[in-house]
């Protein structure tokens, strides 16, 4: 299975280049974030037309998740993990019988303000919904990829330059604990299993050639339950795509599994 998130800072604007990559790339399933459109105009007849399927949710100018797959989603859900902030951040589905979430983790702006304050309470109430979503019915837990861009560079091995970017949203330690406290609830950054290289980012600045200079931050992710973990066969980042005209200033994530005999 091939599971693999974008953010791909607006639909309307990359058709095409969705559409050429999943053609090239064929994953079973495409999260997208930032898809800023609201639902009548999200592309799902192009979509349909090459052979993929597509559950969404979106709204205007800002933020709008998406799941795009070879097969149809089953048990779509939509939902707020801070219900008194009803953005369009997070919808997951079924697919083979594993849960994958398009997750769009609030930025946050400055680790001054009260949008600081809102992300790191996002990001702990996230990890109150899935794993109790998880185990929903008793049993085993269901197998879970929470894809997307968390906005938050985990490691100073994903950063540019640790030294300059302490401090600094998307790297301050009250964003790193927040996604520790996460991954501590049951998950693995899959792609980490098999890529340990410093300097492999997801995105760059537009500005100041920050992307031909490599000056970039890991904040795009795919983690997933650790049976799903264990069946990594492969990881990269797709940085052909950010190199295109036009480009959005993420590069697709892609992560294999081997669920053949699961």
């Known amino acids: 299975m091939r599971l693999a998130t974008w953010n791909i800072n607006s639909i309307r604007m990359r058709v095409p280049a969705v559409l050429d990559w999943l053609q090239r790339t064929q994953p079973d399933v495409l999260g997208l974030q930032e898809t800023k459109v609201t639902d009548d105009l999200f592309p799902g007849d192009a979509l349909a037309e090459i ?25 779509v859900r939509i939902e707020y993990p801070l219900a008194d902030i009803p953005e369009p951040r997070l919808i997951s589905a079924v697919y083979g019988g594993i849960r994958v979430y398009s997750a769009y983790f609030p930025n946050g702006r400055d680790p001054e303000s009260e949008h600081f304050q809102t992300k790191l ?4 109430a996230l990890g109150q919904l899935v794993f109790a979503e998880a185990q929903e019915g008793g049993g085993s837990p269901t197998p879970m990829a929470l894809m997307g861009d968390f906005n938050v560079a985990p490691e100073p091995r994903d ?94 994530v892609v992560v294999d599994f081997d669920v053949s005999a699961a």
């Open 121 to 124: 309470a996002w990001i702990d």
């Open 159 to 252: 950063v540019y330059n640790p030294e300059l970017m302490e401090g600094r949203i998307h790297f301050t330690a009250e964003e790193r604990a927040a996604l520790e406290r996460l991954r501590e609830r049951g998950l693995v950054d899959a792609f980490r299993l098999v890529n340990e290289e410093p300097g492999i980012f997801s995105w760059w600045d537009y500005r100041q050639g920050m992307f031909r200079r490599n000056l970039g931050l890991r904040i795009d992710h795919v983690y997933t339950t650790a049976d799903l973990a264990a069946r990594t066969t492969g990881a990269y980042v797709d940085k052909d795509e950010r190199r295109k005209p036009s480009p959005s200033d993420h590069a697709p």
């Open 51 to 75: 052979g993929y399927s597509s559950v969404f949710v979106g709204g205007k100018t800002y933020n709008g998740v998406a799941l795009i797959s070879k097969e149809p989603a089953t048990d």
